[in-house]
């Protein structure tokens, strides 16, 4: 499946997109905190092949896409950025599957964009009430540590690779995908523009106010790590907590959420991944069977294309 790299204006820089498909309903693919576009290279041509138009972006100051010291790099301002993307694609209704960090971009671009956002299909999201969340703390906390020793020369590599080995879990050959999520961030600067891009996880209280009002299908995947359940279960707002056994913190993020948007219809799919994972890199082909399911509804996972033989 052919990839088109593009490179697309937004005023305060460019965006890196990959493109992939034509003509099928539009996938767009946010990452989350500290990734990039690459985050979705085996989601991506699985959707395209299923007759999708999928669209990965790079977040201003994240893999190929500019990093202007200038810039804002807020949920509101990133989301500004995408919707600039994609006018500039001209792609009009489009469906939205974030990961962790990326949720707040996506929910605030159906706030910016209520008729451009058919549907938002969240992987993993951060807790709103927890923001930025405790690895993000946790890798603030340990900057000023790590300033003071010899591993500064590194970069942001002894910030972010204990984080991101953690979230790939049994994904295969980590120690080369970390090499790759690292990348933007080498070199003696590499620790402070990814501190800067963590100062920016929150969410405003005018932010929340807006979100209130946003009223789109929401489905969110949240993982449990239960190997004794069903790969992916369906959950609705009316199941007590007593329903998901061992699942507390699935269940109170599923209901911050529905809190953040309640004009919106929250589902939540609970599944055997680690909380917090990187989805797509431990189980891309899931996810897209569900990212499938949610663009195009009454079809079955796994099943080709009417065009396919």
Do not use: K
């Not at 201003?60 to 990093?67: F, I, N, Q, T, V």
């Not at 590599?157 to 999520?181: C, M, Q, S, T």
């Not at 209130?212 to 907590?241: K, M, Q």
């Amino acid at each position: 499946m052919y990839t088109e790299h593009l490179h697309i204006p937004v005023g305060v820089g460019t965006l890196h997109v990959e493109r992939r498909g034509r003509g099928g309903p539009a996938v767009v693919l946010l990452h989350g905190f500290a990734t990039c576009a690459f985050l979705w290279r085996d989601v991506a041509p699985r959707l395209a092949a299923a007759g999708l138009t999928t669209v990965a972006i790079d977040l201003l100051g994240h893999g190929e896409s500019d990093r202007p010291a200038d810039a804002l790099y807020g949920a509101s301002a990133q989301a500004d950025y995408v919707d600039r993307a994609l006018t500039a694609l001209r792609l009009g209704e489009v469906t939205v599957v974030t990961q962790d960090a990326g949720a707040l971009v996506g929910a605030l671009l159906a706030s910016h964009r209520p008729t451009r956002v058919r549907s938002l299909a969240l992987v993993e999201p951060l807790d709103p009430e927890e923001l930025p969340g405790p690895m993000i703390r946790a890798m603030q906390r340990s900057s000023a540590l790590s300033a003071l020793s010899a591993n500064a020369l590194f970069g942001a590599r002894p910030l972010l690779e204990p984080w991101l080995l953690e979230r790939l879990g049994d994904a295969a050959e980590p120690d080369r995908l970390v090499a790759r999520y690292l990348a933007p961030f080498v070199g003696s600067a590499g620790a402070a523009e990814l501190l800067q891009l963590a100062s920016h996880v929150m969410l405003s209280d005018t932010e929340r106010r807006r979100l209130a009002d946003v009223a789109v299908d929401t489905h969110l995947w949240l993982g449990r790590g239960d190997p004794l359940e069903a790969s992916a279960v369906v959950i609705s707002e009316t199941l007590r907590p007593a329903t998901l056994p061992h699942s507390i913190g699935t269940r109170g993020l599923f209901d911050r959420w529905s809190a953040l948007l309640p004009a919106s219809s929250v589902q939540a799919r609970v599944a055997t991944t680690p909380p917090g994972a990187l989805v797509a890199e431990v189980s891309a082909s899931a996810l897209a069977d569900v990212i499938r399911e949610i663009v195009e509804p009454g079809i079955p996972s796994g099943s080709a294309p009417a065009n396919e033989s």
